[in-house]
């Protein structure tokens, strides 16, 4: 327990009935130990199957339109692979970070009879949240979208569907970290797709359809040989029409884009919010830091695990944040 002057900031109901034991009960039905968390909001799970669409729709371009049609089997393999990959990550940071516990405190134990388990000294001052019934620990907020006040809680994000927090802010990085890699890898392959296809084959395909500028004369081919333009241009471009391919490509364009920019952003604000130790939250509100100053290294491995190892870049790898004790509500 720590002992601090009771007049330092907090996000706390400044009446004096803020604690009120009495008018505080358990939940009736508490969840079963092990259960699956998971947020009922709709705006969320929205965001959360839009996220996988359009995950699932760059995968759809990028092999089907780019890859499988090449004939440059290695360049195939290689990005195939690597994109197939990033993917799957991105994909399983998203699952973790949305069906991780972010730290939620125990809902509805402001009771009298846990506080005066905890045996609190003279000078010693515990804060309830009202919405959630629950005893406040030091650095938590309430939520209203998860309806629970959270460790450590940054924000709450509608892709993730979920709070991003003690316990899942490593997978909320990971996501986006590989989300801006696959959308800087599709990019890359869409620049060197339409490089190789737009100078070569693409021309072929279009004399073939006589909209070429040299005239109608040369545009006035045999049906035998549009067939072989056609057949050799959509062999090695795409199995789509050149219209559909185009529009195709410059829909993953416009996504990689945004999300890389996006995600890159969320990235970079995740890891100084790490190193700093300031959620963000706090630096919102400009809280005053009240707890002890770690080096950037230290707070690394405090999210992402003890010691560095591959497991850092693995969302299956649950980081090792030693035994805190969850109930350290006095402040």
Avoid at 80 to 89: D, K, R
Avoid at 196 to 211: I, K, M, P, S, V
Wanted: proline share 6%.
């Amino acid at each position: 327990m720590m002992l601090i002057p009771t007049h330092h900031f907090r996000d706390i109901e400044r009446k004096p009935e803020y604690l009120q034991p009495e008018k505080c009960v358990p939940p009736p039905y508490p969840g079963p130990v092990g259960t699956m968390w998971f947020i009922r909001d709709g705006c969320g799970i929205a965001c959360a199957i839009v996220t996988w669409c359009l995950v699932l729709y760059a995968e759809f371009v990028v092999l089907f339109v780019m890859l499988i049609p090449s004939r440059d089997y290695a360049y195939s393999i290689i990005n195939g692979i690597v994109f197939n990959l990033l993917a799957f990550l991105a994909l399983a940071s998203h699952c973790r970070a949305m069906l991780t516990d972010p730290g939620a405190v125990p809902k509805g134990n402001a009771t009298k009879e846990f506080i005066e388990s905890l045996q609190l000294k003279p000078g010693q001052v515990v804060y309830k949240c009202p919405k959630c019934c629950s005893i406040k620990p030091d650095r938590a907020h309430h939520c209203s979208v998860c309806k629970r006040c959270i460790r450590k809680m940054d924000h709450h994000c509608p892709w993730v569907n979920n709070c991003v927090g003690e316990n899942n802010q490593k997978y909320f990085v990971l996501f986006t970290m590989y989300i801006a890699l696959i959308s800087l890898h599709a990019l890359i392959m869409v620049g060197f797709h339409f490089l190789h296809c737009f100078e070569e084959d693409w021309t072929n395909l279009l004399q073939a359809y006589g909209l070429n500028r040299k005239g109608t004369a040369e545009g006035r081919i045999s049906l035998h040989e549009k067939m072989q333009f056609l057949k050799v241009s959509l062999t090695e471009c795409s199995s789509f029409s050149p219209p559909t391919t185009v529009i195709l490509l410059i829909l993953l364009c416009f996504e990689g884009l945004l999300f890389l920019i996006f995600t890159s952003v969320m990235f970079g604000t995740q890891v100084h919010s790490i190193c700093t130790d300031e959620t963000g939250i706090e630096q919102l509100k400009k809280e005053e830091r009240r707890w002890a100053k770690k080096t950037k290294w230290m707070n690394m491995k405090a999210v992402f695990g003890h010691p560095f190892s591959l497991g850092w870049a693995s969302p299956f790898a649950t980081p090792d944040q030693g035994k805190a004790d969850p109930y350290q509500y006095v402040v």
